[in-house]
């Protein structure tokens, strides 16, 4: 950090020296001024660290992300000129935001530094999932994307009697399906248990259709393939999904006893049944404790990274 500023701050000072206005602020702390505003040194770290930069990475990216903060500067001057700053939407998202911050602070500070997990622990949860770690499979499969709509009766059944994708291909292209084309790999730690279990049982080469959403697959099943996680490997993720699984548990403690503490009045009588926010899966509007979402055994697998980080950012 100490190297990070002071580089930053000769950046400022060479900045500064380009003309008297500028030359006035602190040195060290202007980085720019955009029609009289300020960007700062503080304002240039926040985004380094929002943006995960890597020290190596630095020097380039701290030229993007100034850039990035004089863009932002204008475009929010033209809007202030224009007073969208006072329209009630965007009064009440600034107002919204700020809950919510304010809100993460707080659960922060309160069950943001949970002990680690100890190394028993560690242990205990990799021999309980094996299908994760030591018995992993992995799964290359072929398959074809098209909207949910196209997965008629007719093409089930063509699905059902077809010996390669290449039949499924033939038919779509007979009944002017548009179709997407990709091949995919999987593991048993990447997929809801039901899918990995039908694809353990099925031979190589067999085709079935699944649906997800607004679009439909059409996979073959290539190859199967033993994929064992040591437990050296996988000792930092489940490392970090304990961690998540505690502060998910020690913040829906933390709501229940302030909810218990606290003087609720329901003033309209349809929302007296509902549940508590806390109780929903998805309740954009409550601050989110980080997601216990299970590692998917390989510190390499990069789904399973995104599934943490989606976790993480409910305390960033």
Same mark, same amino acid.
Request: aromatic share 4%; proline share 5%.
């Given at each position: 950090? #100490?190297?990070?500023?002071?580089? *930053?701050?000769?950046?400022? #000072? !060479?900045?500064?020296?380009?003309?008297?206005?500028?030359?006035? !602020?602190?040195?060290?702390?202007?980085?720019?001024?955009?029609?009289?505003?300020? =960007?700062?040194?503080?304002?240039?770290?926040?985004?380094?660290?929002?943006?995960?930069?890597?020290?190596?990475?630095?020097?380039?990216?701290?030229?993007?992300?100034?850039?990035?903060?004089?863009?932002?500067?204008?475009?929010?001057?033209?809007?202030?000129?224009?007073?969208?700053?006072?329209?009630?939407?965007?009064?009440?998202?600034?107002?919204?935001?700020?809950?919510? =911050?304010?809100?993460?602070?707080?659960?922060?500070?309160?069950?943001?530094?949970? %002990?680690?997990?100890?190394?028993?622990?560690?242990?205990?949860?990799?021999?309980?999932?094996?299908?994760?770690?030591?018995?992993?499979?992995?799964?290359?499969?072929?398959? #074809?994307?098209?909207?949910?709509?196209?997965?008629?009766?007719?093409?089930?059944?063509?699905?059902? +009697?077809?010996?390669?994708?290449?039949?499924?291909?033939?038919?779509?292209?007979?009944?002017?399906?548009?179709?997407?084309? @990709?091949?995919?790999?999987?593991?048993?730690?990447?997929?809801?248990? %039901?899918? /990995?279990?039908?694809?353990? %049982?099925?031979?190589?080469?067999?085709?079935?259709?699944?649906?997800?959403? /607004?679009?439909?697959?059409?996979?073959?099943?290539?190859?199967?393939?033993?994929?064992?996680?040591?437990?050296?490997?996988?000792?930092?993720?489940?490392?970090?999904?304990? =961690?998540?699984?505690?502060?998910?548990?020690?913040? @829906?403690?933390?709501?229940?006893? #302030?909810?218990?503490?606290?003087?609720?009045?329901?003033?309209?009588?349809?929302?007296?049944?509902?549940?508590?926010?806390?109780?929903?899966?998805?309740?954009? !509007?409550?601050?989110?404790?980080?997601?216990?979402?299970?590692?998917?055994?390989?510190?390499?697998?990069?789904?399973? +990274?995104?599934?943490?980080?989606?976790?993480?950012?409910? *305390?960033?």
């Amino acid at each position: 950090m #100490l190297k990070r500023l002071f580089a *930053l701050a000769t950046c400022a #000072l !060479a900045l500064a020296a380009c003309g008297d206005k500028q030359a006035e !602020a602190p040195p060290g702390q202007a980085l720019v001024s955009v029609n009289g505003v300020e =960007i700062t040194v503080m304002q240039l770290n926040d985004e380094l660290a929002r943006a995960g930069v890597k020290a190596a990475n630095e020097q380039a990216a701290s030229k993007q992300l100034l850039q990035a903060l004089i863009d932002r500067q204008l475009l929010q001057a033209e809007a202030a000129r224009e007073k969208l700053d006072r329209d009630p939407k965007v009064m009440q998202a600034i107002e919204r935001a700020r809950a919510l =911050i304010i809100a993460q602070a707080w659960l922060q500070k309160h069950i943001g530094n949970l %002990a680690q997990p100890t190394a028993a622990e560690v242990e205990a949860y990799y021999n309980a999932h094996p299908q994760f770690f030591g018995t992993r499979k992995q799964f290359a499969m072929d398959q #074809l994307q098209l909207p949910a709509g196209a997965l008629t009766a007719d093409l089930k059944q063509v699905v059902d +009697n077809a010996r390669s994708l290449e039949d499924v291909t033939g038919w779509l292209d007979a009944n002017k399906v548009q179709v997407g084309r @990709s091949h995919v790999t999987r593991s048993t730690a990447d997929l809801a248990p %039901a899918l /990995a279990t039908r694809l353990l %049982a099925m031979r190589e080469g067999q085709v079935f259709a699944v649906q997800e959403g /607004a679009r439909a697959l059409v996979i073959a099943l290539r190859e199967v393939q033993d994929a064992p996680v040591t437990l050296a490997v996988a000792r930092p993720q489940i490392e970090q999904f304990l =961690i998540k699984q505690r502060q998910k548990e020690s913040a @829906s403690n933390e709501l229940a006893r #302030l909810r218990a503490d606290a003087k609720i009045e329901y003033l309209n009588k349809e929302f007296t049944d509902a549940p508590a926010a806390g109780t929903q899966a998805a309740a954009p !509007a409550t601050p989110a404790a980080p997601a216990a979402t299970p590692p998917a055994g390989a510190t390499t697998n990069t789904a399973a +990274n995104a599934a943490l980080e989606r976790g993480v950012a409910g *305390l960033k």
